[in-house]
């Protein structure tokens, strides 16, 4: 449906390479469905709908949002009058097969892999036999693939899919086109925590002259909130930058106090790369927080977030 080349059943027949998505070199180890899927007792019809999948081989893996591959097959469909070749009628003909509604069949697969063949034949086009179509596909018709998140928000993934909520909110954090507010928003979380990471405690910056060395993470991703207060803010150097956005370890306020702890994330690390992030349970000084308690890390984002992500910490195992 989603124009991808053909899987395999046995990951361990896959190699451990890139690009992931080859011919029958790769597995779909996931397929998460969004919040419309549904179970109609009445009528025992059950609905569901996909938000994402997941492709993976022995050495990577990634997830692939649904919508947003979607809306790029749309684009293709729209100027596939325009490609060279056989390509126009091979990628009508899997239009048309997904506008019947009918099951899907291997039929459609043998659409995919002419589509394929066709780009592997096409004079002067730099594709990998065997490999995604879509980005080739795009670029004969000069099409720029839709920047920003791919996969649906968080808080649409559940508690089930946490590590993909993860990676959710880490594009949606990065998905920050906001010109003077934005910088308003860094140049004030920075000055509020006087250019101190509130994980480590580290200082960089304040030097005349000299870029902070410290980031202004949003608690709630920007790009779906619209929250550029300090409360949804944290200053963090790169290393701790890097471990919030993946949800590996997070602030949580307990009897007054903001301590740090680790999620069930942690443990796809070694225990040398979890002892470099951090300790768990250690309390935050109040110094490495800004003076003004209003601007302290607001409880109510945070929770948002653990809802968001569906994060289960450790220290509640």
């Known amino acids: 449906m989603l124009m991808l080349p053909d899987p395999t059943r046995e990951l361990r027949s896959t ?5 992931i998505a080859v011919t029958k070199r790769y597995i779909v180890k996931d397929v998460g469905f969004g919040t419309e899927s549904e179970f109609t007792g009445v009528a025992d019809l059950v609905t569901f709908v996909p938000s994402y999948i997941t492709v993976a081989n022995l050495g990577e893996s ?15 469909y729209i100027q596939s009058d325009l490609l060279p070749g056989a390509l126009p009628a091979l990628v009508q003909s899997h239009r048309d097969s997904l506008a019947t509604g009918d099951p899907v069949t291997r039929a459609l697969t043998s659409t995919v892999n002419g589509i394929m063949a066709s ?4 004079p002067g086009l730099a594709y990998q036999e065997g490999s995604d179509p879509l ?9 720029s693939p839709p920047s920003g998140p791919t996969l649906p928000p968080p808080d649409e993934l559940g508690e089930d899919a946490p590590a993909i909520s993860a990676r959710s909110a880490h594009q949606y954090r990065l998905a920050k086109v906001r010109g003077a507010s934005g910088r308003v928003f860094s140049n004030a ?3 509020s925590y006087s250019n101190r990471c509130a994980f480590c405690g580290a200082q960089f910056g304040g030097i005349p002259g000299i870029r902070s060395g410290v980031d202004a993470a949003h608690i709630l991703a920007w790009s779906k909130h619209d929250l550029d207060v300090v409360p949804n803010g944290l ?3 790169k290393l701790h930058h890097w471990a919030f956005d993946a949800a590996i370890i997070m602030p949580r306020r307990e009897d007054d106090r903001y301590y740090l702890r680790f999620t069930n994330l942690a443990d796809l690390l070694g225990h040398e790369e979890i002892a ?20 302290h890390p607001s409880s109510a984002f945070l929770q948002r977030l653990y809802a968001d992500l569906g994060v289960t910490f450790r220290s509640d195992v």
Request: net charge positive; proline share 10%.
């Open 119 to 122: 780009l592997s034949s096409t």
């Open 15 to 19: 190699p451990k390479s890139l690009p």
């Open 235 to 237: 200053s963090l150097c």
């Open 276 to 295: 470099r992030i951090g300790k768990e349970g250690q309390p935050i000084p109040d110094q490495w927080l800004p003076n003004d308690t209003a601007l």
């Open 189 to 191: 979380v920075r000055a």
């Open 62 to 76: 990634k997830s692939i949002g649904v919508a947003a591959r979607w809306t790029r097959v749309e684009a293709v």
């Open 135 to 143: 980005p080739a596909l795009e670029m004969l018709l000069g099409i």
